[in-house]
């Protein structure tokens, strides 16, 4: 297993084997993310790919049932090349059952619905969507390369080629402040329930030293959330999902609180508990800030 810089996976990846293919992000320009800043994006040669995959192969991780592709947005690799590496996976990992990947809105676009199509019945089962917010503005601001309306139509190109799609949003992009809160959850909230995911995982903003976001937030440009506003936004957030049979957590380690389940099959039991903290204002029933990370 031959890796280049820092790798990054969802949560719910931690299983996974995660296979290198791409180094970096295609789009790297969002003023929020650090993850791939220190990479300069390039596709590694498919040859070695192949044979990191031989060489997986060759150990424990032969019983592997689920492979992660990385670095940033893997969707983006040419269709023969992921066909390839598609085809080697399961002819090597005979338990494997899912592959996944990060996927950009840009690097989803381009593809056209047969391209995704194709990849997704080779067995790229799901993709992992940042969609961070559903306010068009404010997705323009921290360069997502698009804006409500590509983003809408990213996710959606994803789910009706069949993917797993699993969408992922920021509570706290908007800033603090009600008005904030509740109009950046009511627009993510009405961009997921048209986008229609399986799976949405909410994040909480966190400014990092070195982003422009963490420059606008030392300038006063943008005002960071409260812990219990950060609640409140997700309060709103999950209110407002309309979606049967959404799987939804915020496990993320930026989160001041864990939860999940399965709207709006659970969402009592999930506003109920958000209720309890938020009226309790006690913040040793939240993951303390020391403890927060992207
Ligand atoms: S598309 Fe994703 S990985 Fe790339 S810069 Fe934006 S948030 Fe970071």
């Not at 150990?59 to 049932?65: K, L, M, Q």
């Not at 068009?136 to 409500?148: E, F, Q, S």
Request: glycine fraction near 8%; hydrophobic fraction near 40%.
């Amino acid at each position: 297993m031959r890796y280049e810089g820092d790798i990054y996976r969802p949560p719910g990846e931690w299983k996974s084997y995660l296979l290198q293919c791409t180094v970096g992000c295609s789009h790297n320009t969002c003023t929020f993310c650090t993850m791939y800043k220190a990479k300069r994006y390039h596709v590694r040669p498919l040859a070695d790919v192949l044979e990191d995959i031989q060489m997986a192969a060759g150990t424990w991780y032969r019983n592997t049932e689920t492979v992660f592709l990385c670095d940033g947005d893997a969707i983006d690799l040419p269709v023969d090349y992921l066909l390839a590496v598609l085809d080697a996976l399961y002819k090597s990992f005979p338990h494997l059952r899912r592959v996944t990947t990060y996927a950009g809105p840009l690097s989803t676009l381009r593809k056209s619905p047969e391209e995704l199509r194709i990849i997704r019945q080779a067995g790229l089962q799901r993709a992992y969507l940042g969609v961070e917010t559903g306010d068009d503005a404010l997705l323009r601001h921290v360069k997502k390369g698009v804006g409500a309306e590509g983003m809408l139509r990213a996710g959606q190109s994803l789910v009706e080629a069949g993917f797993d799609l699993w969408t992922i949003v920021i509570t706290g992009l908007e800033g603090a402040g009600r008005d904030a809160l509740e109009r950046n959850a009511a627009l993510t909230a009405k961009m997921i329930n048209e986008m229609r995911p399986k799976h949405l995982s909410s994040m909480t903003l966190m400014a990092i030293e070195g982003t422009p976001l963490y420059e606008e937030v030392q300038r006063g440009e943008l005002k960071l959330q409260t812990p219990f506003e950060s609640l409140l936004e997700v309060r709103q957030l999950v209110s407002q999902i309309q979606l049967e049979d959404l799987h939804y957590t915020s496990n993320h380690a930026s989160n001041y609180l864990p939860i999940k389940g399965t709207l709006t099959r659970d969402r009592d039991a999930i506003l109920a508990q958000l209720d309890q903290v938020l009226q309790s204002g006690d913040p040793a029933l939240l993951r303390d800030d020391a403890y927060r990370s992207l």
